[in-house]
């Protein structure tokens, strides 16, 4: 069994064309829905594809076989990308995103204040691939995506904590991770690792329906201050992971 730990807004949709096109391979999409159901499942050639934190292999059975992978991106670009999607016109008007931007009056600096007050959408990269969440205690299936505190801020301390658990993770418990800089080679550098066969998902850019400043000096301070943790996760990857995971090929 394989396991895509997807963290939003990176080639979650790529990943999933490429997985239902292969042979011999039963594809689980949004299995962080009931992860237990796919858990339990006796097929040997599953992908599950979900966005639940490291660690659910402990809620299967002791004789299947598991292989960890994921993709990363950038923090800041994957925090904007997230908050366009939120926004865009195919989106449910009830996404938590975007009934905070209304309630922050549409004004991007109260809204990324308030999401840093409430901690959502705050270095999930980190959170979720050090594995703290419970993928089951919450009945809001948005909770999960934007990470938020179930009581309180986390601390710095934490933080700290949960950062060298996430890089650990990555070196020692994943078998590819890959990078949406990368483009397309990491999605041929994966189907090599699972010996899966190579197809092009191109990729078409939609223009953002709410259009906004995002390189506006304090939004991007406010940014890297959701990010903070996250950005030293990913450049840690990209310094140990990039060149080892993303061979080209001569």
Not at 9 to 17: C, F, H, K, L, V
Not at 115 to 137: A, H, P, R, V
Not at 141 to 166: C, D, G, I
Not at 193 to 202: L, V
Request: proline share 3%.
């Amino acid at each position: 069994m394989i396991i895509f730990t997807h963290i939003a807004r990176t080639s979650g949709s790529a990943i999933q064309s490429i997985v239902s096109q292969q042979q011999n391979v039963t594809l689980k999409k949004k299995a962080h829905r009931n992860p237990r159901k796919f858990l339990s499942d006796k097929e040997e050639n599953i992908v599950a594809i979900g966005h639940f934190a490291y660690g659910v292999h402990k809620y299967a059975k002791d004789d299947i076989s598991l292989s960890y992978f994921t993709l990363l991106r950038e923090p800041m670009s994957r925090w904007i990308s997230h908050f366009t999607s939120a926004m865009g016109k195919v989106r449910r008007n009830g996404h938590v995103l975007r009934q905070i931007w209304k309630k922050t009056g549409k004004d991007l600096k109260n809204f990324l204040e308030y999401c840093i007050d409430k901690e959502i959408n705050c270095n999930i990269m980190t959170k979720q691939l050090c594995g703290i969440e419970s993928i089951y205690k919450s009945q809001d299936p948005m909770f999960m995506f934007l990470w938020s505190p179930r009581h309180q801020q986390t601390s710095k301390t934490e933080l700290a904590n949960y950062l060298s658990v996430a890089k650990d993770n990555l070196l020692t418990k994943y078998d590819f991770v890959g990078f949406q800089e990368a483009g397309s080679l990491s999605h041929v550098c994966l189907c090599k690792k699972y010996n899966w066969t190579y197809i092009e998902h191109p990729y078409i850019p939609r223009a953002p329906d709410i259009r906004l400043d995002w390189n506006d000096a304090e939004v991007r301070e406010i940014l890297y201050r959701m990010n903070e943790y996250d950005i030293k996760l990913y450049d840690f990857a990209v310094e140990n992971l990039w060149k080892k995971n993303l061979v080209k090929e001569s």
